[in-house]
């Protein structure tokens, strides 16, 4: 029996499993051969007030599946390139394993997760979760080449310790910054609901962070901004949901007004990705549950393929 089954099938977008972008699933780690291997880290056990990114990875996926029509890549019609073509090597490596409570446990088995494709030479993209799982995918880069790490947030997340906490979705930057491998940090959409006081912005400075307002951004232009970061040093992407403003992104757990359209950081990423190499990125605090609509889902599906996108022309023009 067949079942239907045809090698020419449509493979529409509402059919089948939901891996990213309709690409491959690896179950096994040891044997990824891939150009970029998506995880998904589905922890939230780090959050301060809503609850709810575990479900961010799933959320990421099924809407990822809405530009997966198989028209052989995504061409666009302003660079004039055809992004994700024939030949693009991307494969899905499913979510590294969380433990409930656990929260030294589950970031160990993201780290896990994350040098998988970097022992296979391939570029890990992490999908939260809150933002804590920066901390382990940064960990995982220890025995790689120094990183500057690029964020994109509505908060500073650089607080060292509240209450008895030194790894929730508050203490990524600072974790970061701890790193040797961590050569400094530009922290984009940075803005004044943070829960930051002003000792934590000095704090940062005094580890060579560099902080920008949406608004401050928005004034320099995308160019500026870009120039900001260092030129020809590889960088990490770190792509917090509520960096956008919540009119687009509303399935966040801590939304904050005043953030960021979609062209303003798909405009400064597809600049460093020609300026510099980009070797790993994560987009966390999808909450799907805040937002019935799924936009902030594909919002996020979206910015991602495009960063891909763009990742791999400069690597493979």
Known sequence: MTHGYDSGRLNLPFVGIATFGK??????????????????APFDFGTQWRPGARFGPRAIREAST?????????????????YLGAGTRIVDMGDADIIH????????NIETGVRAPLAA???????????????????AFADQAPIHIVQIDAHLDFVDER??????????????????????LSQFG?????????????????????????????AMGAEAAAARVPEGVDL???????GFDPSIAPGTGTPSHGGFLYYEVLEVLAIQARRNRIVGVDLVEVAPDYDHSGTTAILAAQLLLNLIGRILHARHP
């Open 121 to 139: 030479g391939a570029i890990p993209v992490t999908l939260g979760g809150d933002h804590s799982v920066n901390i382990p995918c940064i960990r």
């Open 190 to 218: 940075i803005r004044n609901v943070s829960s930051t006081a002003k000792e934590g912005y000095e704090d940062a400075r005094s580890f060579g962070s560099d902080i920008q307002s949406v608004r401050q951004i928005r």
């Open 101 to 108: 409570t656990q929260t030294d446990a589950s970031h160990a």
């Open 236 to 242: 990490y992407i770190t792509i917090d949901i509520d």
């Open 163 to 184: 209450h008895g906490v030194r790894h929730g979705h508050g203490n990524p930057m600072r974790r970061a910054a701890e790193q040797d491998h961590v050569t400094g």
């Open 66 to 82: 809405l530009f997966a029509f198989g028209h052989g890549g995504a061409y666009d019609p302003e660079d004039d390139v055809t």
């Open 23 to 40: 690409y491959p699933y690896v179950q096994d780690w040891s044997a990824i051969d891939a150009d970029i291997a998506v995880l998904g």
